[in-house]
């Protein structure tokens, strides 16, 4: 998310909404920590993640070397790690729904770290 949140202008007049399991009452919060100009929508349930087939990582693929190399870089720029306040085992999807409300495009990473290239986003709305 922010990854499409720094190439925003690719994206021309799409819609994009970032989908969360988080307690309603932190998405304010939360897209206000990402710096998100987007949409958060909470699933407290999860159906969207259980529809798309987003599974839940052992601790090995949550705590991956790209994980902690990720966190790492983070820590370096300066960030502070805060104590999660979610499931950090429940992995994430990448989707672009067309205007028919067709699935044009799904990445399940196996990792925290594996998000897809914001090109193949950008590829997947043509």
């Not at 307690?23 to 987007?38: G, I, K, S």
């Not at 159906?47 to 693929?61: D, H, N, V």
């Not at 370096?76 to 805060?82: C, E, N, P, Y």
């Not at 409300?101 to 590829?123: Q, V």
């Amino acid at each position: 998310m922010i990854a499409v949140r720094d190439h925003l202008d690719h994206f021309a007049d799409a819609t994009i909404a970032v989908v969360t399991f988080a307690d309603p009452h932190r998405l304010a919060a939360y897209r206000n920590h990402l710096q998100l100009p987007f949409s958060v929508l909470t699933d407290t349930n999860r159906s969207l993640y259980k529809l798309f087939g987003a599974e839940r990582g052992s601790r090995r693929q949550v705590w991956s070397m790209g994980t902690i190399r990720m966190y790492a870089h983070l820590l370096r720029a300066g960030r502070r790690i805060r104590r999660p306040t979610e499931d950090v085992n429940q992995l994430g999807a990448d989707a672009v729904i067309g205007r028919n409300a067709r699935l044009r495009y799904l990445s399940l990473p196996s990792t925290p770290d594996a998000r897809p290239p914001i090109s193949e986003l950008i590829a997947a709305l043509d």
